[in-house]
């Protein structure tokens, strides 16, 4: 648990921040990398993703953003 209704969840493989409008999914590759999906909660409830970014264990990145 983290300050102001914010929390870490842990799961198989998987990190995932939680606040009252975001979700933030990390999950670490074998390879040495890192992979992060952020989401923002929509008013109907439904989830839409805002960026995906992967890190490589050489530190190349590849970030996507997605349309509103």
Do not use: C
Not at 15 to 27: F, G
Not at 50 to 68: C, F, H, K, N
């Amino acid at each position: 648990m983290l300050s102001g209704g914010r929390f870490i969840s842990h799961h198989l493989g998987a990190e995932i921040y939680h606040d009252s409008r975001h979700q933030v999914i990390k999950v670490n590759y074998s390879s040495g990398g890192f992979g992060e999906l952020i989401k923002e909660l929509q008013p109907d409830g439904s989830w839409r993703k805002q960026m995906l970014a992967t890190v490589g264990p050489g530190d190349q990145r590849s970030i996507i953003e997605y349309a509103r």
